[in-house]
C-alpha cells in the first residue's frame, strides 16, 4: 500500500482502489484485464499502444514510487467516448517526455465513457481511471481528480477535444518554474481566438466573464476557462473553502485564500467534433450560483441567498397581477396572484437555486405537489408570526409592516430548508 492509499497489483492489468472513505463513493479503476477477452476486440484501441516490455515495466515501476511526478492532468468527463481516445493519444505523445499522470473522472457516463478510460488505464500505467456513480458535477469530478493526484502542476483541461493539448505544456511551465500559483489557457490573451463561436455563445461567455471581474475582481483575461493550472500549494492553500458544486472551478482558485500570482497563454479554441456541448441552461444557473456563494458564502449559503432573491421576485409577479386582475374582473383574483407567484419560483429554483438537483420529465410536475404544500406551509407561518407579534408603532418591530417582514424572513428560512430535503431532495 503506497502513501495515497493505492493498492497495486504485480501485472500491468492493474485495478486500483482507494481506501480513503473520504473519497467515497467513487470507483476507481484501472482496467481489467479479463474485459478484453470478455467483450471481444477492443474498439478503443490506441493507434500507439505497442510498448516495449522494458518501457512497460519501468512505467508500472514508476506508478509505484512514492516521488511527487511534475505534473498531473484531470480530465473530468461525461458522454465522451468518442473523444476521448483520440485525446488520451494525443497526450500520451506529447507526454513522453514528462514526469506526469492522466487521471480521468467520470461520471459513470451512459455511452460508457468510464470503460474506454479503464481500457486505456489497462495498457497504460501512467493513465488512472476513476469511474463516480453518486456525486456528480464538474467542480466535484476535478476535486476528486486532485484529491489523489501525484503532481507537482495539477492541471485540467475538457476532455471534447475544444481545448488544444498542444498549449498544455506552455500552461504549465510557469506552474513548474514557481513563477505563478494559478496558470491558465486564455481565449483572450495574445495568440487566444474563440474560434467559430456563435454571436449568442460569445455573448454569454463576454457576460459570464464581466460579473467575474466585477463581482470577484478576478486578475484574469479569461475567467471563464476550462483550461488550466494550478501549483501543488495553492490546491492544499485553497482546497478546504471550494465550492465542489461550482461550474466554473478556475474562480475557485482565483478568489478563494490569497491573491495568486497568475500566468496567461493565449489558446485557440476549437470546434467540438463528436457529442454535444454541455452548455445549457443549467449551467448557467450553477455558474450564477457559485458567483454568488463567492460573493456572500462567508456570510450566508448562496442557495439560500438565491432561493431569497427568486422569493422577491415572486412577491413582485403577485402584487404586479394582483390588481391587473381586478382591474379584469377575474374571479378570485387574490388566488390565481398567489398562484402565479408560486409557479414562478418553482421554476426559478428549479432552474438556479438547486440546479445541482434539478428536476426533469415528469419529476418537473410531480414537485409541483410539494411546492404547493411548503408555500401554504410559509403563508401559515407568516399569518402566524403576524398575528402574534405587537404591530402597533411602539412595538419592537415599529408597526405592522416591519411584522410582516419579519414574518416573510421566518416563513422563508422554513421554506427553504423545507424544499431543500423534501422538494428537491436528491434521487437515491
Known amino acids: 500500500m503506497d502513501r495515497n492509499g493505492w493498492e497495486a497489483e504485480d501485472e500491468l492489468g492493474t485495478h486500483v482502489e482507494d481506501d480513503d472513505a473520504d473519497l467515497n463513493p467513487m470507483e476507481f479503476e484501472a482496467g481489467h484485464a479479463d474485459d478484453t477477452a470478455a467483450h471481444g476486440p477492443d474498439r478503443h484501441r490506441s493507434e500507439i499502444d505497442l510498448v516495449d516490455d522494458a518501457t512497460r515495466r519501468a512505467a508500472k515501476s514508476e506508478r509505484r514510487s512514492p516521488k511527487r511526478r511534475d505534473l498531473s492532468v484531470i480530465l473530468p468527463t461525461y458522454n465522451e467516448a468518442e473523444n476521448l481516445p483520440i485525446l488520451l ?41 476513476i469511474r463516480r456513480t453518486h456525486d456528480r458535477g464538474l467542480s466535484s469530478a476535478v476535486l476528486a481528480g486532485m484529491q489523489v493526484a501525484e503532481g507537482r502542476a495539477l492541471a485540467v483541461m475538457d476532455s471534447d477535444l475544444q481545448h488544444d493539448e498542444q498549449a498544455l505544456l506552455d500552461v504549465v511551465a510557469p506552474i513548474l518554474a514557481g513563477d505563478a500559483d494559478v496558470s491558465l489557457g486564455s481565449r483572450e490573451a495574445d495568440g487566444g481566438s474563440y474560434g467559430e463561436w456563435s454571436k449568442w455563445r460569445r455573448f454569454v461567455s463576454w457576460g459570464g466573464k464581466q460579473m467575474a471581474r466585477r463581482l470577484l475582481g478576478t486578475p484574469v483575461s479569461d475567467p471563464m476557462s476550462g483550461f488550466f493550472a494550478v501549483s501543488r500549494e495553492r490546491f492544499n492553500t485553497v482546497a478546504g473553502d471550494v465550492n465542489p458544486r461550482g461550474f466554473k472551478i478556475l474562480l475557485e482558485f482565483l478568489a478563494r485564500g490569497p491573491r495568486p500570482r497568475t500566468a496567461e497563454v493565449g489558446y485557440e479554441f476549437r470546434d467540438r467534433v463528436h457529442g454535444a456541448t454541455k452548455l445549457s441552461g443549467s449551467v448557467v444557473g450553477a455558474y450564477l450560483l457559485a458567483l454568488l456563494d463567492l460573493v456572500v458564502g462567508r456570510l450566508v449559503s448562496a442557495s439560500f441567498t438565491a432561493y431569497a432573491l427568486v422569493g422577491a421576485v415572486g412577491v413582485i409577479v403577485r402584487y404586479s397581477l394582483f390588481p391587473v386582475f381586478l382591474a379584469l374582473g377575474i374571479p378570485w383574483a387574490a388566488l390565481l396572484a398567489f398562484e402565479a407567484s408560486v409557479l414562478s419560483n418553482y421554476w426559478l429554483n428549479n432552474r438556479f437555486t438547486f440546479v445541482v438537483d434539478r428536476r426533469f420529465g415528469s419529476r418537473l410536475f410531480t414537485g409541483l405537489i410539494p411546492f404547493h404544500l411548503v408555500a401554504a406551509h410559509g403563508l401559515v407561518v407568516q399569518a402566524g408570526v403576524v398575528s402574534i407579534t405587537d404591530t402597533s408603532s411602539e412595538s419592537l418591530f415599529g408597526g405592522a409592516g416591519l411584522a410582516q417582514l419579519f414574518g416573510i424572513l421566518i416563513a422563508t428560512t422554513g421554506n427553504y430548508f423545507l424544499n431543500r430535503t423534501i422538494t428537491w431532495r436528491r434521487p437515491i
Open 89 to 129: 493519444d494525443r497526450l500520451i505523445q506529447l507526454l513522453a517526455d514528462v514526469d506526469h499522470e492522466i487521471i480521468v473522472v467520470d461520471d459513470n457516463s451512459p455511452d460508457g465513457t468510464w470503460q474506454v478510460a479503464a481500457d486505456y488505464a489497462e495498457r497504460w500505467p501512467r493513465i488512472r481511471s
